[in-house]
């Protein structure tokens, strides 16, 4: 939703990163207000992916230039996992197997550390269990799902509600679901969606990085950004998904002065 | 990426302390006459002389083994004192007794001895450079009839059931550094549990080297007799030195009918330092004879130490139904280099085997896993099943793994599995998205890839290994 005057969580400007000295990134500007929901389209190899592992630090990628506030913070001078613990967070589009490591075990460590750091209370195995069980109801998931190595043997669409599970869990500030859509089918697709919308509210903010505008039918943009070669080339409101389904990407190239023009600040 | 990873491996020895007690030393150098100081040193009887001589023999016409994946320099066998006792200031009588500055080294150490061996519920056998300095506990074994002591004492207290089954699992000749080891161990534990005793506590020595320049050549026999069980835990530490010290045991087990031996070990010799100077080598031969109907022997290693290792802990499956296990975690990191893995000899019938290896490689180590699986024909319908997992920390270390399978008899099931896999950057990432950091992730990671194993350590054991690998593995990933 949009909110009139409603703060800024996340400011993006001129951000331009790297990866072994070739630039993928180049020049991206993006103002994310607390309440609404973005979703960044694009091609393959258009830098969207990137965008959402830079802002969440991944150490391959070099910041070149560009500055990123996250709640007024200067998000690059912050390792990784302090930008969790400030409440950002990214739902991988393809989790990592961790075997051996039971997933409850797993989640109660990331949890405890999320709420250590905001001085919260922090959850024994037994009252963690209980609080568990009731966030995996939202995404209809089996009790055995704690058992279970981390993401080990998992279907595509339990590990995307595994992360669904984890942005349930920590609460972030601002959620960057990267390609959440990929390998679900429809069903799995409504659950990770209906679990998003109930999480997504005033005071938190959504980007949706997606290829495809099915995942859009489900979780409603506020904005749509469309990325090429390392920019964000126009941005409009969900109509412009829309659009894009039916006109296809090569429209962007031909229409970027014009869609520009209607962008707001 | 290896920044942190490297930082977390990298963390100083902390065992690496001398403790300053008088020792008595043989001259360097071996020949019959240092045989015949060592025995005579220990006031033995005649036939282990000859044992020993015997030994001696035949490890001259051997030749240094070269095919394991290792590499060191020559090792110069003159070179080494054979005998390093600290001096007794008299006969010891109690643990009160025992040297307060050796008792301060076990205090540093953490080994569970005293009152704390009375809560842990432990009895631990010390062996300080060669020689045994105290067994705890020994009294309240002895009232349900087991046998744990030194096995320089056992000599002199039971010599009948030493002569008996001394040497047996491992011969003499068996190889170089067994043969070296028959020769020259000073001391080491004797464990001994009657006809269908289970024994209440789990039994546990702790090994330390102390002495510069001396080799550490213990020999553990333990005999569990039919129906008696015992679970037997060893520990291993060394102060840091530039020199490599040489470790060649040998340990052997026998169980008869429907005896049960688990044997646990946590290694954590002085590996020496990040450039690979100094060190333990541990080159050791440990072998159990799973004689009896329905007997069973386990062997679990955690082995985090040592410039370089080279052990096998095996099993002979002689009885029918007889059961072997081996379980091992190897670490390796800086320039260390482990060839470890076991052998499973299956000669009775429905002989069952089991092999669980994980091998953690970081910094610029090396580490084998090599296992023998061999089906005799006698092996009716005998199964075994083998995992071997690498994980590799870095890209300046190598995991290797050689599987031997001989099956002479047809009706068998032989299973292997193995495989790969990489602490990455990825891996890291997602944790570290998750709030987690570096250091706890590895933990994780490493702990979860090694859970099959250390399931199988007696709870305490298990806490230790757990604690140790962190510490082990602490700056090697980044």
């Keep these: 939703m949009i909110i009139e005057n409603s ?88 989790p990592i197997e961790i075997p051996g490591v039971a997933n409850t075990q797993f989640l109660r460590l990331a949890y405890n550390t999320v709420q250590a750091q905001r001085g919260k209370e922090e959850l024994d195995p037994l009252e963690f269990d209980d609080f568990v069980r009731e966030k995996m109801k939202l995404l209809e998931m089996k009790p055995d799902f704690l058992d279970r190595s981390v993401n080990e043997g998992f279907s595509g669409g339990e590990k995307k509600r595994n992360e669904i599970l984890q942005m349930a869990l920590l609460e972030p500030k601002l959620s960057i679901l990267d390609e959440t859509d990929s390998g679900l089918d429809i069903d799995a697709l409504k659950i990770v969606a209906s679990g998003v919308n109930r999480l997504t509210n005033k005071d938190n903010a959504t980007i949706l990085v997606t290829h495809y505008q099915r995942l859009l039918d489900y979780i409603v943009p506020d904005f749509v950004h469309i990325m090429q070669a390392g920019r964000i080339v126009m941005t409009g409101g969900k109509e412009l998904a829309l659009e894009l389904e039916t006109r296809g990407y090569d429209w962007i190239s031909a229409n970027k002065q014009q869609a520009m023009a209607g962008v707001r600040a | 990426m290896s920044a942190v990873l490297q930082s977390l491996v990298n963390q100083p020895y902390k065992h690496g302390f001398v403790t300053d007690i008088e020792s008595d030393i043989a001259p360097k150098g071996l020949n019959e006459d240092i045989i015949r100081l060592i025995s005579a040193k220990k006031n033995e009887p005649e036939w282990l002389l000859s044992f020993r001589l015997q030994a001696y023999q035949k490890w001259l016409t ?19 004192s054979y005998y390093s006792a600290p001096k007794p200031k008299k006969k010891l009588a109690s643990m009160d007794e025992v040297d307060p500055e050796l008792l301060r080294t076990f205090e540093k150490l953490g080994v569970p001895m005293h009152e704390r061996a009375a809560l842990a519920g432990v009895a631990v056998d010390v062996i300080f450079d060669s020689v045994s300095v105290a067994t705890t506990y020994k009294q309240k074994l002895a009232e349900v009839g087991i046998i744990f002591c030194s096995i320089s004492e056992a000599v002199h207290t039971h010599p009948e059931l030493v002569q008996k089954y001394l040497g047996t699992v491992v011969p003499v000749g068996d190889n170089y550094f067994a043969a070296l080891n028959s020769a020259v161990f000073t001391d080491g534990s004797f464990c001994f549990i009657p006809k269908g005793v289970k024994c209440p506590m789990d039994l546990s020595t702790y090994f330390r080297i102390n002495t510069e320049g001396s080799g550490q050549f213990e020999r553990t026999l333990i005999i569990a007799e039919e129906g008696a069980s015992v679970s037997y835990l060893e520990g291993c530490t060394a102060p840091r030195f530039d020199t490599n010290q040489l470790h060649a045991a040998v340990v052997e087990l026998i169980a008869l009918d429907n005896a049960d031996i688990k044997y646990s070990t946590v290694q954590n010799w002085y590996a020496g330092d990040e450039k690979g100077i100094g060190g333990i080598y541990n080159f050791v031969t440990k ?54 893995g076991t052998k ?135």
């Design chain 1, 7 to 94: 703060p800024t969580i996340l400011s993006v400007q001129g951000l331009r990163a790297s990866i072994n000295g070739t630039e993928i990134l180049k020049g991206i500007d993006l103002t994310v207000r607390s309440g609404e929901i973005h979703a960044i389209m694009g091609l393959n190899g258009s830098g969207k992916s990137t965008f959402a592992k830079v802002l969440a630090g991944h150490s391959a990628y070099e910041v070149t230039g560009g500055i990123i506030q996250f709640e007024g913070k200067n998000l690059l001078e912050l390792p990784p996992e302090e930008r969790a613990r400030a409440g950002l967070f990214l739902a991988f589009q393809y």
């Design chain 2, 344 to 478: 499973m000899i299956h000669i009775g019938k429905n002989t069952r085997s089991t092999i669980v290896s994980k091998g953690i490689t970081a910094g610029h180590s090396n580490s084998s896993y090599r296992g023998l699986v061999r089906i005799a024909p006698t092996a009716e319908n005998a199964r075994n099943y083998s995992q071997c997992d690498s994980m590799l920390i870095g890209d300046q270390c190598g995991a290797h793994t050689f599987p031997y399978i001989q099956v002479h008899n047809n009706s068998a099931t032989v299973e292997h599995e193995a495989s790969t896999s990489k602490i990455g950057e990825d891996q890291l990432f997602y944790f570290s998205q998750r709030g987690i950091g570096a250091e706890e992730a590895v933990s994780m990671i490493i702990n979860g890839f090694c859970k099959d194993v250390f399931q199988q350590l007696p709870m305490e054991f298990a806490v230790e290994a757990t604690k140790l690998l962190s510490f082990k593995l602490e700056g090697s990933v980044g």
């Design chain 2, 62 to 80: 051997m030749t240094e083994p070269e095919w394991q994946n290792v590499h060191y320099p020559k090792i110069d066998f003159q070179a080494i």
């Design chain 2, 287 to 340: 072998r159990g004879l799973a004689k009896g109907a329905n007997s069973r022997i386990s062997w679990t290693q955690v082995e985090t130490g040592s410039a370089i290792t080279w052990k096998y802990p095996s099993c002979i499956l002689r009885g029918d139904n007889s059961v072997g296990e081996f379980y091992s975690v190897a670490v390796t990191n800086n320039y260390q280099q482990a060839d470890t």
